[in-house]
């Protein structure tokens, strides 16, 4: 299965600043996703990260909040913008791979 | 909508207890039911993928198994190291196999 780095692990941010969360896959992978999970709850789908066009987002999620970048097919970052303390999740990266879903290791933000 | 239900929330064995955890799902159309485990911190390991009623699958202690309405995971003899949530999802067709709507999740917590 595909080995995937998500970068920061954590991080502990202001209200209304915007972080970027990194992830890497260590081979090339057609289908990229991003997914949040919020605190006591079930992982919700954000987006689908689409290589060489616009991600397609789920009802709920905006690009304007959720900017998705996917130069390439082993690599895509989202960013959570102008973030609210509603915004403190999990956020995971995960691949399709062999009809199966493998998920990174997760960004824990928090938002003050 | 598709809705996936996990019970009980949360179940706490004896090492060497065995039990079943249960998934319940409605979708219009199952082009997968899948099954990770999710230890705190981490993001979720996939281990089961079951395509239709009948269909059972193994992995050392663990036993998935899918109806037309539900999914069992069944756990033989735990062992404390089996603590973890564990999470059922299913991917409902469309263009893209990682839309996955997720239940709850079950806390597992074995007592030595």
């Known amino acids: 299965s595909a080995v995937i780095s998500q970068k920061p692990s954590r991080d502990i941010c202001q209200r209304g600043t915007s972080l970027t969360i990194q992830c890497q896959v260590d081979?090339?992978?057609?289908?990229m996703f991003w997914y949040r999970q919020q605190p006591g709850q079930s992982l919700t789908l954000i987006a689908t990260a689409n290589q060489g066009s616009e991600a397609t987002y789920e009802s709920g999620f905006v690009i304007d909040k959720f900017p998705i970048s996917r130069p390439n097919l082993t690599f895509s970052t989202l960013t959570v913008s102008n973030m609210s303390p509603e915004d403190s999740s999990i956020y995971l990266c995960?691949?399709?791979?062999?009809?199966?879903?493998?998920f990174g290791s997760g960004t824990q933000l928090s938002v003050l | 909508e598709d809705q996936v239900t996990q019970s009980p929330e949360a179940l706490r064995l004896q090492e060497g207890e065995s039990s079943s955890l249960n998934c319940s799902y409605t979708?219009?159309?199952?082009?997968?039911l899948f099954w990770y485990r999710q230890d705190p911190g981490k993001g979720p390991e996939f281990l089961f993928t079951l395509y239709s009623a009948g269909e059972e699958k193994e992995k050392e202690r663990l036993k998935a198994t899918l109806t037309k309405k539900e999914s069992f995971l069944h756990i033989t003899a735990p062992k404390p190291e089996d603590s973890a949530t564990y999470l059922c999802a299913v991917d409902a067709g469309g263009t893209s196999y990682g839309k996955l709507t997720f239940g709850q999740g079950t806390i597992l917590t074995v007592h030595p």
């Open positions: 995960s691949v399709g791979q062999n009809e199966k879903l493998f």
């Open positions: 081979s090339q992978v057609t289908m």
């Open positions: 979708v219009s159309g199952l082009r997968g």
